[in-house]
């Protein structure tokens, strides 16, 4: 269960996982507050059930109903373990599967728990207090868990995401898009413009080295809260005419496959897609040194990493690769080589069913 069923690194990894699982063991069903979106028409193509649970907010006058009306969803179809893959539906479906229903309650924590406001985060550690367990995405977040979340180890359960490594790939005669200039060196990045991102520091950091080489563009694709700021502070650095600002879009692998040095720079982070994508489309990476990025980067071997928050640490990095071409080509293959080994959906999705086994052992249906 998600939120809702459209763009998003954590709506990706439930459909994938969802349409991955073994059927002869499992039978599907995904539930959302609203199952529109890309998503949900690709689950309903492979003939995944959908569930709508209608929440609008959890003080919603509906709000009671429509979670009464996911726990009779849940003893009807005798579902035997409801996973929550996000906040909101840990919130609201953690509480119905436990005290409504016979099934399995399982929660995730896929980012740092002072990214949920207060309130919220109170709610979230009560949810995921009373499940049977948690899924988390990376050594980081399980130790986050334990130390500041009072979560005991042994419920905590590690299932690191996969990609989908036939869609992210490297293809080295793609043509580039439209707004980027042949030749042009490009540093870049790809997310979700929030301030947990860190983008001022790439824009800074650009700043610093752009007179490193001819040709340098820095390119950043997405949308979000963070768009005016980091176009006034491109203006201010002097930097606009080299900057290229595009919206989200569904073409990821394309205009990953356009960037040559990927920056991730968040301040906080646990296990990134978009790192692992790029890192799975051949770019050469640098990441902030925080979260689950040295799970992925290896400094020095399959990319660097940097101080977070620290332009003049992010600059340092850049200058090694923009001035050292066949180092840029060895960290970018190294960290490709070791994202297509490891990181398949159907490693991520055999992973998940160890974790649901293992729950629903000696569990028959109808047990507390």
């Not at 995921?128 to 180890?153: F, K, Q, S, T």
């Not at 963070?226 to 176009?231: F, G, K, N, S, V």
């Not at 356009?258 to 692992?276: G, Q, R, W, Y």
């Given at each position: 269960?998600?939120r809702?069923?459209?763009?998003?690194?954590?709506?990706?990894?439930?459909?994938?996982?969802?349409?991955a699982l073994?059927?002869?063991?499992?039978?599907?069903?995904?539930?959302?507050?609203?199952v529109?979106?890309?998503?949900?028409?690709?689950?309903?193509s492979a003939?995944v059930?959908?569930?709508s649970?209608?929440?609008?907010?959890?003080?919603?006058p509906?709000?009671l109903?429509?979670?009464?009306?996911?726990?009779?969803?849940?003893?009807?179809?005798?579902?035997?373990?409801?996973?929550?893959?996000?906040?909101?539906?840990?919130i609201?479906?953690?509480?119905?599967a436990r005290?409504?229903?016979?099934?399995?309650?399982?929660?995730?924590?896929?980012?740092?728990?002072?990214?949920?406001?207060?309130?919220?985060?109170?709610?979230?550690?009560?949810?995921e207090?009373?499940a049977?367990?948690?899924?988390?995405?990376?050594?980081?977040?399980r130790?986050?868990?334990?130390?500041?979340g009072?979560?005991p180890?042994?419920?905590?359960?590690?299932?690191?995401?996969?990609?989908?490594?036939?869609?992210?790939?490297?293809?080295?005669?793609?043509?580039?898009?439209?707004?980027?200039?042949?030749?042009?060196?490009?540093?870049g990045?790809l997310?979700?413009?929030?301030?947990?991102?860190?983008?001022t520091?790439?824009?800074?950091?650009f700043?610093?080295?752009?007179g490193a080489?001819?040709?340098?563009?820095?390119?950043?694709?997405?949308?979000?809260?963070?768009?005016?700021?980091?176009?006034?502070r491109?203006?201010?650095?002097?930097?606009?005419?080299?900057?290229i600002?595009e919206?989200?879009?569904?073409?990821?692998?394309?205009?990953l496959?356009?960037?040559?040095?990927f920056?991730?720079?968040?301040l906080?982070?646990?296990?990134?897609?978009?790192?692992?994508?790029?890192?799975?489309?051949?770019?050469?990476?640098?990441?902030?040194?925080?979260?689950?990025?040295p799970e992925?980067?290896?400094?020095?071997?399959?990319?660097?990493l940097?101080?977070?928050?620290?332009?003049?640490?992010?600059?340092?990095?850049l200058?090694?690769?923009?001035?050292?071409?066949?180092?840029?080509r060895?960290?970018?293959e190294?960290?490709?080589?070791?994202?297509?080994a490891n990181f398949s959906?159907?490693a991520a999705?055999?992973?998940?069913e160890?974790v649901y086994?293992?729950?629903l052992a000696?569990?028959?249906?109808?047990?507390?």
């Amino acid at each position: 269960m998600a939120r809702e069923l459209h763009h998003g690194g954590c709506e990706r990894q439930l459909t994938e996982i969802a349409l991955a699982l073994d059927r002869e063991r499992f039978e599907v069903h995904v539930g959302a507050f609203r199952v529109e979106g890309m998503r949900a028409g690709e689950l309903r193509s492979a003939g995944v059930p959908l569930v709508s649970v209608p929440v609008k907010s959890f003080w919603h006058p509906g709000t009671l109903a429509a979670l009464c009306k996911l726990g009779s969803y849940i003893r009807a179809h005798r579902i035997h373990l409801v996973h929550a893959f996000d906040v909101p539906l840990t919130i609201a479906a953690m509480p119905v599967a436990r005290f409504l229903s016979p099934a399995i309650a399982l929660a995730s924590q896929r980012s740092h728990l002072d990214l949920i406001p207060k309130q919220g985060r109170r709610l979230v550690l009560f949810s995921e207090r009373i499940a049977h367990g948690v899924v988390v995405n990376c050594e980081y977040m399980r130790r986050h868990l334990m130390e500041d979340g009072n979560i005991p180890p042994e419920r905590i359960h590690l299932c690191r995401n996969g990609i989908n490594l036939n869609s992210f790939r490297r293809e080295p005669d793609a043509a580039r898009p439209a707004a980027l200039p042949l030749g042009a060196l490009v540093i870049g990045a790809l997310c979700v413009l929030r301030p947990e991102k860190g983008l001022t520091t790439l824009v800074d950091a650009f700043a610093l080295v752009r007179g490193a080489a001819p040709g340098l563009r820095l390119l950043i694709v997405g949308s979000g809260p963070m768009l005016p700021e980091l176009r006034r502070r491109a203006r201010e650095r002097g930097i606009s005419d080299v900057c290229i600002f595009e919206p989200s879009t569904d073409q990821v692998p394309q205009w990953l496959r356009s960037i040559d040095v990927f920056v991730l720079p968040s301040l906080t982070e646990a296990l990134s897609n978009s790192l692992m994508e790029a890192m799975a489309c051949g770019c050469c990476c640098a990441a902030s040194r925080v979260g689950g990025n040295p799970e992925l980067i290896e400094d020095g071997f399959r990319g660097l990493l940097f101080k977070a928050g620290d332009p003049a640490d992010l600059a340092r990095a850049l200058r090694e690769v923009i001035l050292n071409p066949d180092l840029r080509r060895r960290l970018a293959e190294a960290g490709h080589d070791f994202l297509h080994a490891n990181f398949s959906i159907a490693a991520a999705a055999r992973r998940m069913e160890e974790v649901y086994t293992r729950l629903l052992a000696g569990r028959p249906f109808g047990r507390q």
